[in-house]
C-alpha cells in the first residue's frame, strides 16, 4: 500500500504526525485530495476549514483548521495551520455558543462543528 508522511500542525502544536494514505484540505482554490505521489503543490487554508486524513491504520483524523498552508511533496503533506483543534477535542456545546458570535467566531465554530460531526 503507497503511504505518506502527514504533519498537522498549528502555531501552538502538533496536532497529528504519522502515515496516511489520503489527506483532504479545504483552500482558497477549492477542496483538494491527496494521495501519495501527488504532484508537488502549495496552497493557502481557507479560515474555518476542515482536514481529514485517512491513516495507513485505516482511522480518520478530522481537525477544524484556521487558516495556514498546505505543503505537498510526492511523499510528505505538511499541513500549517495559524490555529487548528482536532475533532475529538472539541466542545460541541461552546462551539454553538460561539455561533452568536462576529464573523470569524462564527466561522471557526461552524468549522469546529463539521470537524465533530455535528450539524450547525
Do not use: K, N
Not at 39 to 47: D, K, S
Not at 84 to 106: K, Q, W
Amino acid at each position: 500500500m503507497a503511504e505518506m508522511s502527514v504533519q498537522l500542525v498549528a502555531v501552538e502544536r502538533r496536532l497529528w504526525s504519522g502515515t496516511a494514505t489520503f489527506v483532504v484540505a479545504q483552500t482558497t482554490e477549492g477542496e483538494i485530495g491527496i494521495m501519495p505521489g501527488h504532484e508537488p503543490v502549495l496552497g493557502q487554508l481557507v479560515e474555518g476549514g476542515v482536514v481529514t486524513v485517512r491513516t495507513t491504520d485505516g482511522e480518520t483524523v478530522t481537525a477544524a483548521v484556521h487558516g495556514g498552508f498546505l505543503s505537498v511533496t510526492a511523499d510528505t503533506v505538511s499541513i500549517l495551520a495559524e490555529s487548528a483543534d482536532l475533532a475529538d477535542e472539541i466542545d460541541v456545546a461552546a462551539a454553538r455558543a460561539e455561533l452568536e458570535g462576529d464573523e470569524e467566531t462564527r466561522a471557526r465554530a461552524h468549522a469546529r462543528l463539521r470537524a465533530a460531526g455535528q450539524t450547525d
